[in-house]
């Protein structure tokens, strides 16, 4: 066991962390960029081709030296060095935490209980690839003869929003002839909508779930099933227009598709972090297996960082440190991700179940209850759009909404000025949240007395600057493995399990027995009254 035996408020850096909060929390950024010319040079780190500007945060070398001696008591590289040895560190599911082996090269060797996994997940990826180019080559046929042109996953959480955010990031890559489709809502409509106008004849679906029993995955993948064999008329037909991603293969075979045709993972791939294991073979079919290579050395550069770097010049390590001040010393309860690319439409929801289901935890590896905050909120949306909607409350209202601006210096789609002007509202943007506009510059401008207050921006609201060059497979692997080890930095600190997730259980089991009441004759009478009438008035009225 490698948490720390003392609790985190009792570490010594906590406790002088607290202290300094008192000292800094009023100090404006306009002073310590005053006093410090260097300071936006000085707080940035490049590694692996990212630049990570955290100079316009609240902190001070005092507070950087604070938090870095918070991560040594809290055993952090102890931590590291458990994770990427194959330790069970998910202890509450016994389980090692390896995503870093799925990107591993060829030769690396990482054992899980005394068994090199690398070979393994290199076996799955040459057979992705061999797979990939069949479908892609069109040399793979659905039963009637026809190429492949549609290409449907059909997973939820994990076994989704991976692919999905990665599908939408890498659109530039992607085979641009076939039509690829995210299936997750147990809502029939997102099947329908997603079917609806597509040639059953060309249509290929990933069932892609770890343990291939989640409900909403099997109810939609037998929906597929109907739907296909409705317009194909024969079983045999399964075989060319489904395979599976899943750890199950018992499971797979029940539903009727041959394990010739699954493609496995592993007990130590948890599901948020299994967007690069075999639950990418959309990703792989859309990018190609080349792309996909790339993705993998992207993430596995930072791997190789997380790992070596000293803690002052490792980015995730910096990421996870900040956002445990703002968490724990300044109540902040949210991180806004704002990426000034529209390829990354999906990336903050994706962040929203990395850093959610890691961190919204409230009892430590012992099993005590925290007295502090964990895991903030993650949320966010592309900019610019977000400028024109709840910037405002970023800037004027009554949070501290610490932000990550991603942006990149070339464009996948260069049109006039387009890029400039984006790039242009990033840098805009965390200058005007930093600096502010006081009372005197606002009287300046000749506003009048009353609508003074209004027109002040106050200013001294953080955020980071996460500045690449160019938004690639390799880039967005980068940007990922950061996220990732940024959770790992922050879930260690906290001294919780960020691999589990028991608090989605209780809600699937009281669905399993609504779903029986909702078929039966009567309305039940068991639960609560709020929920026994709210069954009953939706049976009423359905019918
Ligand atoms: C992720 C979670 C969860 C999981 C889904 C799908 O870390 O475990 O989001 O990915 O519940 O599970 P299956 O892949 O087993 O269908």
Redesign the pocket.
């Known amino acids: 066991m490698t948490a720390p035996a003392t609790p985190l408020t009792q570490l010594p850096a906590w406790k002088a962390l607290e202290a300094h909060h008192k000292a800094i929390a009023f100090q404006h950024l306009r002073h310590l960029f005053a006093e410090d010319p260097a300071r936006g040079t000085r707080f940035a780190v490049e590694a692996e081709g990212i630049y990570l500007d955290y100079s316009k945060h609240r902190i001070t070398d005092e507070t950087l030296k604070l938090l870095l001696q918070l991560a040594d008591q809290s055993n952090l590289r102890a931590r590291i060095d458990a994770m990427f040895r194959g330790d069970k560190i998910n202890i509450t599911e016994d389980r090692a935490v390896l995503h870093i082996a799925l990107r591993a090269p060829k030769g690396a060797v990482i054992n899980v209980d005394g068994k090199n996994v690398v070979p393994e997940v290199h076996e799955v990826l040459d057979r992705m690839a061999a797979f990939s180019n069949r479908v892609r080559g069109g040399e793979w046929k659905g039963h009637t003869g026809k190429p492949i042109r549609n290409v449907i996953n059909i997973?939820?959480?994990?076994?989704?929003?991976g692919p999905v955010m990665a599908y939408e990031a890498l659109r530039h890559y992607s085979r641009r002839d076939m039509t690829f489709r995210f299936v997750s809502n147990v809502d029939g409509t997102d099947f329908a909508e997603a079917t609806r106008d597509l040639d059953a004849e060309e249509t290929l679906f990933i069932i892609?779930?770890?343990?291939?029993?989640?409900l909403e995955?099997m109810t939609n993948a037998h929906t597929a099933r109907q739907w296909a064999l409705a317009k194909l008329g024969d079983e045999k037909a399964i075989a060319k227009h489904f395979v599976a991603v899943?750890t199950n293969g018992a499971e797979v075979t029940k539903f009727g598709i041959d394990t010739a045709n699954m493609f496995g993972f592993w007990d130590w791939v948890?599901?948020?972090?299994?967007m690069d294991s075999a639950?990418g073979l959309s990703t792989m079919l859309a990018i190609g297996p080349d792309n996909f290579h790339q993705l993998l050395a992207g993430f596995h550069a930072i791997d190789d960082h997380f790992r070596t770097a000293p803690f002052e010049q490792n980015l995730p390590v910096l990421m996870g440190l900040l956002t445990v001040w703002y968490t724990d010393f300044f109540d902040a309860q949210t991180v806004a991700v704002l990426p000034y690319d529209q390829y990354l439409k999906r990336f903050p929801a994706y962040l929203q179940?990395l850093t959610m289901?890691s961190n919204g935890k409230h009892v430590t590896l012992s099993g005590a209850r925290v007295n502090y905050e964990t895991g903030p909120i993650f949320w966010g949306e592309p900019g610019t759009n977000g400028q024109h909607s709840f910037y405002q409350l970023i800037h004027q209202g009554t949070r501290l909404i610490p932000a990550d601006f991603i942006g990149f210096s070339k464009t996948l789609n260069p049109l006039g000025n387009h890029h400039d002007l984006l790039m242009a509202n990033v840098f805009a943007q965390t200058e005007a949240l930093a600096f502010g506009k006081t009372a005197e510059q606002v009287q300046a401008e000749g506003t009048p007395d009353w609508l003074v207050p209004h027109r002040v921006f106050e200013g001294n609201r953080p955020s980071s600057t996460l500045l690449l060059n160019e938004l690639t497979p390799e880039s967005l692997g980068k940007l990922v493995a950061l996220y990732e080890h940024s959770v790992f930095t922050q879930g260690a600190i906290w001294q919780i399990d960020s691999f589990d997730?028991w608090g989605?259980e209780l809600g699937k089991v009281l669905a399993k027995k609504i779903i029986g009441e909702l078929a039966a004759k009567n309305s039940p009478t068991d639960h609560d009254s709020s929920t026994n009438t709210l069954i009953a008035r939706y049976r009423k009225q359905r019918g």
């Open positions: 997973g939820i959480g994990g076994s989704d929003l892609s779930s770890k343990t291939f029993t989640t995955t899943s948890g599901g948020r972090y299994s639950i179940q289901e997730q989605v």
